[in-house]
């Protein structure tokens, strides 16, 4: 599976971004879709996820409410839209790919198996 991730950049608190995350490979089955992010010297922290079969969501407490994550189906590409953007939110976002579903979800780093190239969200004050 590889992945490409996209649509990071440069925005002001309280403004917008969409990251996309185009899937390809052997994406079937009871996959889930999810974006991490990180900071310099922490560890890949959960933002959000979504099953491919069911479409159902996980969010992290921090981005509930504002981000919202979704999946086209037909284009194999899953979206994070991230509104009311925050300078916390500032760091790299990394798409991932796992190939399935844990109950309970997949909200943590080893429970994915392949990893798309970092894009970076810059909010500022």
């Known amino acids: 599976v590889q992945l490409q991730a996209s649509g990071g950049g440069f925005v002001q608190a309280g403004g917008s971004l969409r990251l996309s995350c185009a899937a390809s490979?052997?994406?079937?089955?009871?996959?889930?879709m999810g974006w991490f992010r990180r900071t310099p010297g922490k560890e890949r922290d959960f933002v959000a996820a979504?099953?491919?079969?069911?479409?159902?969501?996980a969010y992290a407490e921090s981005v509930k409410g504002r981000f919202a994550i979704s999946r086209d189906r037909a284009k194999n590409t899953v979206y994070l839209q991230m509104n009311s953007l925050k300078p916390e939110d500032t760091a790299v976002y990394y798409c991932?790919?796992?190939?399935?579903?844990?109950?309970?979800?997949?909200?943590?780093?080893?429970?994915?198996?392949?990893w798309g190239q970092g894009t970076q969200v810059t909010v500022s004050s």
């Open positions: 979504i099953r491919r079969s069911t479409g159902s969501t």
């Open positions: 490979g052997r994406t079937l089955g009871n996959s889930v």
């Open positions: 991932a790919f796992a190939s399935a579903f844990r109950a309970g979800w997949n909200t943590h780093f080893s429970h994915y198996d392949f």
